[in-house]
């Protein structure tokens, strides 16, 4: 197999794992709308902000990947920042929506490559 036939699947797999696994947490986390809950802090907030975005671009990133992989990337590191600046903790599982940007990135550059 190629790279980019496993980058393609491997991007995929990791789609499902994030919508299959993220929706229901995020969904059970309460009342996940932002600012609507006095006892979230302003981190809890900006994650329940960050997460929807997540969502929203690793679907997006199926079709579109250079922009999605961009923003996937841009908005969960920016998140990681200011959690680690503020909490002085890494939120780990977050990790994975920055690989997927980095993956969608990949096989963009893949596709760019083989045009020219």
């Not at 609507?36 to 929203?56: C, G, K, Q």
């Not at 002085?88 to 997927?100: K, S």
Request: net charge positive.
């Amino acid at each position: 197999m190629n790279k980019k036939k496993v980058m393609m699947i491997s991007s995929f797999l990791m789609t499902l794992i994030i919508l299959a696994f993220g929706i229901p947490f995020y969904l059970g986390y309460g009342n996940p709308l932002p600012f609507m809950n006095d006892e979230y802090s302003i981190i809890d907030n900006m994650w329940l902000i960050v997460i929807p975005l997540v969502f929203i671009f690793t679907l997006i990133g199926l079709k579109w990947r250079k922009i999605s992989g961009i923003v996937l990337i841009v908005i969960t590191t920016i998140a990681q920042i200011i959690t680690l600046m503020f909490e002085h903790e890494v939120i780990w599982v977050m990790m994975i929506p920055i690989l997927l940007g980095i993956i969608y990135i990949f096989i963009y550059l893949e596709q760019q490559k083989k045009l020219t």
